[in-house]
Each structure stands twice: as C-alpha cells, then as structure tokens.
C-alpha cells in the first residue's frame, strides 16, 4: 500500500500494525520514520540506507491492546477514530460515508471523502485522508444543524432530496494531524461546516439523528440531557436484537438475550448479549469494534461480578487464571439480567473449574502456592478492581522507600516502606497536620481528602503507553510538565509530603514490560520549569534500566521482609482496618464517599445531585470492597514450614508460644521430602489385610511402637488387641456395659480408653488386666488426647478436662494418681478434640458446629469459631499448627487460621465426612459411605476415591512416615493400608 508522509512524497512497501505501540526501540541500525498511532496500533516504517524496511513482528490474531494490561484490547483497522475520541459517557451510535465540503485558501472548493460518526454527544468526521486531522463537533458548541436539499434533480415531478447537512459551530477539535497523539487543537469562532453524503437514502435519517441529538444538548439541566440520550439509546436498543446468524454452530441453542454495554477503560459500548450453551457473545449497535465478540464457554475460568458506578450490575469474565486483564466486561441495565447471566455461566463452571474465594487464595499464599504478585492480584479482583474500570483500578503497594542509594540491599530492612502504614501516615510530621484538622472537621470526618487510587494517578503513571486515554480523561490536554510522571524519587517523595498525594501503585510497577516509563512513542509531553523537556521517566541510581528497575521492584515484592509483612497492608486496604475503630487506630480514614454503601441513592431524589455525586466519586477513587473483617495471617515462611510432630519433650509448655515452631524439630530419621513424598502418593493405597474383630463400629485404633500390636476400641463396649504378625486376636476386654469411644496407647504398656459410661479406663498390657479407673465426667466421654503426662478427655458434658498424670505409676501395677487441672468450659457436648504436634495448643469440635482453639500454655481460649451446621465429627491441626482443619455432619470441610481464627476456606462435600489425616495440603478421609477420599485444598477438589468399608469410616490412624494406614469402620472391620509408590 501507500502512505504519505510528512514531505508529501509517497512510498510503497509494507505497512506493519504493531500490536504493541514502542516502534524501535530495539532497532539500532537505521532511524525509524514517521511512527502513525492507530487506535492501539502503531504503523511503523524503518529508514536505512536502503531505502524503507519492515521493522519484523509478530501481531495477535485477537484484537489486542497496547502494552499494558488496562488496554490489552484494540482492533485491528486503519481508521484512526476510537471511542477514546468521545467525551466521558458517551455513545456511539453509527456511522456514514460523508463529503466534507471546503474552500482553501485560494477560494477553491474543495471535497475530502471520510466517515461520519454520530455520537450521542458530539458528531466526529474522520477523513480518509491520513494527514488530515479528525474533526470533532461538540453538540453543546453547535447553534444550527440545517439540512441541505439537492436542487439539480432533472426530474420535475420528485421533491427535492435531502443531500446532506450545514453545521454551524463555535468551535471545533482537531485531532490526530498526521495521526499524530497530541494535545487537541481547538478551532474557534462561528463557522459553517458543510457535508454532503453518499448514499442520499439515508440523508433524512442522519439529519433528524443529529437534530434530536442536538436538542438534548441544548437542555439546561445535565439529568434531562442524560434522560433523553438514555431515552434515544434505549430505542436504537429496541428496535434492534442479535443476529443469530453469528452463531458459530447451527446446534447452539440460545438460553437468554438482553441488553448490556461493553465496558473499557472510560468507554462504553452498547449492544445485546445472547448466551448459548456453547458461547456468550456480545453485538455492539454499532459493529465497532467489531461485529460480534465471542466468548466459549468452555474458555472461561473466572467471572465475578462487579460494581459500576457503584451499582450492582457488571460482570466480568476470564478467560485464563492469572491474567490481569479479562476478556469481556459488560454491564447490564438491571441486576436481574446480569445475575441470571452470572448463574448460567457459573452453574456452567460448575462442572469445569472451582471456583474460589478470598479465603481459598489466601491458604494457598500462605502456604507459598501463590506469589505475592499472584495473591495481590487475586485479591483486588474479588474487591472489584478491574482493569477496564480505572475509577476501581488494581492497587498495589509502594515497597521499595529508597529512591536515592546506588545499590539496593534486599535484606536491609531500611529500605522498604512500613506495611503497616497507610501511604499518609509514613511521614509523621505531615500526619500530624492532617490529624489536627480532622480533629477540628465536623462530621463526616476524614483524614485524607484524596484518596490511594483514582483514575487520574493510574494515568498518571501510564501516560506514555496510554496518552489517548488521558487526553480522554482530562478533554483533549496533557497535564502539566511539572505534575507529569517524571522521576521516581521525585514521585515518592510527593507521595511522602504533598498536602493531597496518597497514591500507592499499580501492578505495572511489578511486571515484565517496562515501556510505560520509557517514551517510546515520542510523545510531546511538554516542558518543566527550567526548560527541562519531559520525556522517559527518570530511573533511581540504583536502577541500570527500565527492565532492571522492573526486575529488582518484583524481587522486592516477593522478598522476605515483604512476605513477612504484607499481610499488615492487606489489612488496610482489604482488610479489618478499612473502616470503623480500627481504621481510625490505623490514620487510615477516607471520604465516606470512597467506601462502597457510603452513598444512599435512595433518599437523593434530584437527579442532577445524583449524577454530580456520581461523577465525584468516579473521579475521586474508590475503596475496594472490604474482603476480610478479622486480621489477616502472616505469610508461612520456610523457616517455620520443618516443624515436626515430635518437638523435644523436655520443652516445658510455658516456654511454647501457642504459634510459634518448635525449633528442635525432628522426625528422628525422617525427613521433610520423605513426608512430602509419601503425600504426593497417598492416593496409592493398596490394601494388605483386613479383619473383623467386632460386634459393633470401631471407634478407635492404637498401635504399637513396633507395629506388631494393634488396640481398638468399638461401640460393642470392648477392647481388642490384634496381633499384626500373625493376623490373630489376642486379648479381648471389657469394661462395662457401655460403649467405649476411643483410645491411646502410652510408652506400650499401657492402654487408656474412654466410655460412654463416663469413664476412662487404664488397661495394663503387661499385667493384662484393667489398672485404673478415672470417673471423669457428667457424661459421655467422647474423646480422649495425651501429651507430656497430662491426659485431656472431651465429653457430652460440654467440658474439656485437663489432667496431671504421674508417668512413673504408668509402668507399674499401680492405680494411676490424675490430678484435675484445669476444665476448659463449652457451649455445647464437646464431640471431638486434638493437640498440635509440640502440645501448646488443644482444639474442639462442638456438637452446635463451634471449633474452639484453646492456649494450654494459659489455659485460655484463643479463639470460637462457629462454622459448621451440626455436630463435628473430627478436628486436626496441621504439622506446622498454623491451620485447623474440621469435617462436621453438614458435610463440609473447613479450614481456620491459627493466628487470627478466620475460616480461611470451606470444601463442601458429597457426604458426611468421619475423620481424616492431613499434612497441611492433603487430606485423607474417610466417608459415611465407607471411600476413602483424597483431597487437594489448594485446589479444593477431591483427586481420589478408594473403595474401603462397607459402611461409614469411622476412624483412623497413620504412622509418622505416612506410609502405613490402619482405617475402622461401622461394617465392624478393621482395614490395613500400604502406600505403594
């Protein structure tokens, strides 16, 4: 093809559309010539010696963005008209073929052939013409659209034709002269503008378009002119509907059709969405930018709904996991729409994928599944952030508070901003000026009058990649030289002292593709005081690149001292201290207009308030949705992950913190792979034996140290011991008439079991005959633990006890002396208790679904967390006591936080689950319906089922290498299991 340049010669060659807009920054030999900004594209012709070259790429076969992740999308055209070119809340309705009819300089008539645009505030022409620039009408700017007859017909008997129209303007915007980006150029005084159109058949339609449009600009007050282009709208909407010749199969069949508007950073895009059960597609009214976009069903992973202008009606949908960007975003005019919509597609997803929660990310970055990057971005799209709303756009932190050293150390923790503080509160001095005026502000108060993220600080940043988006946002100007993004240092230290700058960053400071701080594209972005001309972004001196300064910004976002503390930042920003008592403690209080809720439309009744409230909150930022109500968990890090089951045992309990490691950790000859090995294989279990041994359920397996003798417990009142070696019964004993519901095997000499009748009972391997009785409750005793000579027993009578247990009276023939300790005091029969590995902590589960986590060290209850509908029927912590995990009767699993006792992820489950092992990922349990069933809770699906039991399992014992398994059933058989690798 053709194109013309800046000398007016014309030369032929290739013309390459960059999906990317930097031309050449990697081109040496040679200067790069004129570089001509598509809406998103850049066409880019090399200059060498040899004449003009193709610079190579590669271009998406997907209408695709510029470089960074807010403008992933663009289409790939010539035409240099985006929806950018329209103001704030604008549609664009149609276009036409059009002649621009002009006198030049010497008085000659002159035509140039392009396409008009009818918009709903403003009439766009776009001339063919490359070097001609974009002319753009304001409606509010026009005093006269007049239509213009054709008076040569030759017939006598036919009225005159419409041929077009006269449009008489104060001013004018001229844009993209030589498709060049820059600041609009406004043309200015009365004017007539005449444009006659091709096809005279449509010439009616087009002027009573633009008179009606007019009209609503010309009305007074902003609602009304709101009301009657919404009015317009709606009846462009009506009289059309979706093709459903754009099906892509003649099977599809079609479940629902509505109309919605496809959102992009500050654009709108009308149209009608239909669902089928292969595809949802979206037609815009306008075929632009294209006719149709289709989205499989079988593509999508995520989709969340969303706020738009802090309404409930948008929906955003992903096609990959961890993409910044999502494929379609759409907003629907009323929220039935868009939740009959949201459900279809997720009871479609259903069936594919998991969908997860902020409590099911969390686990997996605290236990190092997710990086920092990967969780914060998880993070803000369940609070709403997206990047095609920029007034909601993702937040991330400032990490690095050194902008001025030559070398950056990572383990020097000077050089990291405090995570615990808001951006305005890390400069004392100027947080005491804000705290003395809002002490003295009348109610609502607030501390910051701007707020961490708004639409202005994202473009702010991004200006070089995205200038069409801020000369959207700021109508057709740059900011000011000296207010651009020109110096990190200078940019912190603003956010450090300026009176009104709070802003933290966004996730482009922590990705791959540095060139929204390199001026690529040439931009004009005028001059500082002192002549300076701005232009990249200058780099800090510990910094050798813009990739560099990128590189070294992620390595200190996933750096220790980050990981360490960045749940205190969640904190403030999705977290606990977001609102109310704690985020005054915090000197994190915004404008109540910032907080979602903070606005009731119902009680404003004028609609010109409503709509100036609006704006103001669109433009002033908003704050993410509050995602967690409790503190947040630290992050896992590695030195606390080899924590062992067997802690040294001379460590007295009051030097253990209840969530603190044991340092002297050990499985004797274990080690932390051979655990993580046998896990990885735990859903290849074989079964080497089987037996029933009872009359009734078994409720509980204790084995010996050397493995060759096995206890159990049952419902039929008796204990048994089983000979591994020779698959015989040993001993079989009874205590009472009542059921016996557990037991534990101590130092292999001696068995202790609990009863239904109240009891527990001390068995004497040695001396084969019942030793001791401990009358220890008011009823039942469902549970019994034991660590370090103190006995713990659980019973229906809503009490845990505590016992002090001489061991030396343990090996002899002499009744045992239990001293009662302490009683630790439920709301309900306690069902269930387990210890942490190093005996610092115990955990309940109720029979009302509580779990309560007690400090043994203070005999105190950290934390009641009432999470399940019914009774628990099993509790565990895992090996590094930083999560508990619980199976209750309404069949889900549930996992809690130590640290602060927040449920953290719920799994639930086909059926009841009875007991289960885990190691802090995997789960092993057993089914009311006798399976044994693995499970991946970073996944948070079942990966195995393995036939057991005839009936429910109910309990179960692994040794310390996990990789022998004995299970107990109500079929009243006892399974042994080998883990085959």
């Known amino acids: 093809m053709f194109i013309s340049l800046p000398n007016q010669k014309e030369f032929c060659g290739h013309v390459l559309l960059y999906s990317q807009p930097g031309p050449c920054g990697s081109v040496s030999a040679g200067a790069v010539g004129r570089s001509v900004c598509l809406p998103g594209f850049l066409l880019c012709w090399c200059a060498s010696a040899a004449g003009f070259s193709p610079l190579p790429v590669s271009v998406s076969c997907r209408c695709l963005f510029l470089r960074m992740a807010f403008v992933k999308k663009q289409q790939r055209c010539r035409e240099r008209f985006s929806l950018l070119l329209l103001d704030l809340e604008e549609y664009y309705f149609d ?78 915007c001229l844009i993209k002269e030589q498709s060049l980006v820059a600041p609009y150029k406004i043309e200015r005084g009365p004017k007539d503008y005449v444009f006659r159109i091709e096809d005279t058949s449509k010439a009616e339609d087009v002027v009573q378009s633009l008179l009606q449009l007019h009209r609503a600009s010309q009305l007074d007050k902003m609602a009304d002119q709101i009301a009657m282009i919404t009015a317009i709208l709606q009846s462009r909407l009506a009289r059309t509907s979706f093709d459903k010749n754009r099906f892509q199969s003649v099977t599809e069949r079609p479940h629902m059709e509505c109309e919605a508007e496809m959102v992009t950073p500050l654009v709108s895009n009308p149209g009608h969405v239909c669902i089928t059960d292969q595809n949802l597609y979206f037609q815009p009214l306008n075929s632009y930018p294209e006719t149709v976009v289709q989205i499989k069903l079988h593509d999508v992973r995520r989709i969340y709904k969303r706020r738009h202008g802090l309404k409930p009606l948008g929906l955003e949908v992903f096609c990959t996991e961890n993409d910044l960007c999502s494929d379609i975003y759409l907003k629907f005019y009323n929220s039935k729409d868009r939740d009959e919509l949201y459900y279809y597609i997720a009871t479609f997803l259903e069936n594919h994928i998991t969908e997860h929660t902020a409590e099911s990310y969390m686990l997996q970055w605290q236990r190092g599944h997710l990086s920092n990057y990967q969780y914060l971005l998880h993070l803000n799209n369940l609070a709403d952030r997206s990047c095609n709303d920029l007034s909601q756009y993702p937040i991330f932190p400032w990490i690095i508070a050194d902008y001025t050293c030559s070398e950056l150390d990572l383990s020097n923790p000077e050089i990291f901003r405090d995570l615990r503080k808001p951006v305005g509160a890390l400069n004392k001095e100027r947080l005491d000026r804000l705290l003395t005026r809002y002490r003295e502000m009348p109610d609502p108060k607030f501390m910051y009058g701007s707020h961490y993220s708004s639409p202005g600080y994202v473009l702010f940043y991004l200006v070089r990649v995205a200038p069409e988006y801020m000369l959207c946002l700021q109508n057709g100007k740059f900011d000011n030289a000296d207010r651009m993004f020109n110096s990190f240092a200078e940019t912190w230290r603003n956010c450090l002292e300026g009176a009104t700058d709070f802003k933290e960053l966004i996730p482009e400071f922590y990705g791959t593709n540095s060139s929204f701080i390199v001026n690529n594209l040439k931009l004009d972005l005028g001059k500082r005081q002192g002549g300076k001309t701005v232009d990249s972004v200058e780099l800090p001196p510990w910094a050798s690149g813009p990739d560099n ?53 119902g009680s404003i009744e004028d609609p010109n308030e409503k ?66 090995l046998a896990w990885s294989n735990i859903s290849k279990l074989s079964i080497v034996y089987q037996q029933k041994i009872h009359k009734e359920a078994v409720t509980g397996i204790a084995v010996a140290s050397n493995g060759t003798s096995v206890f159990t417990t049952s419902q039929d009142s008796t204990l048994k011991m089983f000979s591994k070696e020779t698959k015989l019964l040993q001993r079989s004993m009874s205590f009472s008439n009542m059921a016996l519901s557990s037991c534990l095997l101590l130092e292999d000499t001696t068995v202790l079991c609990s009863s239904w009748d109240n009891n527990v009972y001390f068995y004497s391997v040695a001396y084969g005959r019942r030793q001791d009785t401990l009358m220890g409750h008011d009823d039942a005793i469902s549970k019994i633990c034991w660590y370090n000579a103190h006995l713990y027993t659980s019973s229906w009578d809503s009490t845990v006890k505590v016992w002090r247990c001489a061991s030396d009276d343990l090996s002899s023939s002499r009744k045992n002396s239990c001293e009662l ?18 005996g610092t902590m115990l955990v309940s589960g109720n029979k009302d679904g509580t779990v309560s986590i007690w400090d043994l060290t203070t005999l105190t209850v950290l934390h009641q967390v009432h999470c399940h509908l019914g009774t628990i029927n099993d509790v565990a912590f895992s090996p590094d006591s930083r999560h508990v995990l619980s199976a209750g009767e309404d069949c889900c699993l549930k996992v809690i936080d130590v640290q602060t006792g927040m449920l953290i992820s719920s799994l639930p489950t086909d059926q009841q689950q009875r007991c289960f092992c885990w190691d802090g990922n995997t789960v092993l349990s057993g089914s009311q319906s006798g399976e044994l069933l693995v499970w991946d809770l970073m996944a ?33 058989q006892i399974i042994f299991w080998k883990l085959q690798y």
């Not at 999705?574 to 109540?592: C, D, L, M, T, W």
């Not at 433009?619 to 802690?647: A, D, N, V, W, Y």
């Not at 195995?944 to 009243?972: F, P, Y």
């Open 549 to 601: 300064f990128l590189q070294k910004n992620r390595d200190a976002l996933e750096s220790q001292y980050v990981s360490e503390h960045l749940h205190e930042w969640i904190d403030l920003i999705f977290g606990y201290k977001q609102r109310g008592s704690e985020a005054i403690a915090a000197y994190n209080v915004f404008h109540p207009l910032t907080y979602e809720g903070g606005v009731d439309w």
């Open 611 to 676: 709509i100036a409230m609006l704006t103001q909150i669109l433009e002033f930022g908003q704050t993410p949705k509050q995602l967690f109500i409790s503190p947040h968990p630290q992050r896992i890090m590695p030195k606390f992950q080899s924590l062992s089951r067997g802690c040294n045992r001379s460590t007295s309990m009051a030097e253990l913190s209840p969530v603190s490691p044991c340092e002297d950790s050990s499985f004797e000859d274990l080690t932390e792979e051979s655990l993580k």
């Open 821 to 838: 300790i302490a009683e630790l005091e439920h709301d309900a029969g306690v069902n269930t208790i387990s210890l942490n590995p190093i």
């Open 95 to 172: 276009h036409h073929t059009f002649y621009y009819v002009f006198s030049n300089n010497k008085g000659e008539k002159r035509t140039i052939k392009g396409s008009l645009k009818i918009c709903s505030k403003s009439l766009i022409f776009e001339p063919d013409q490359i070097s001609e620039p974009v002319l753009k009408f304001p409606f509010r700017d026009c005093s006269r659209i007049e239509e213009i007859e054709d008076k040569n017909s030759s017939n006598p008997f036919e009225e005159n034709r419409i041929c077009g129209f006269i449009i008489t303007c104060c001013q004018i």
């Open 940 to 972: 948070a699906k079942t990966t195995e089922r393995i036939l057991a039991h005839s009936g429910a399992v109910t309990c179960m014992w692994m040794n310390e290498q996990c990789s022998s398994i004995i299970t107990g059933g109500e079929d009243k």
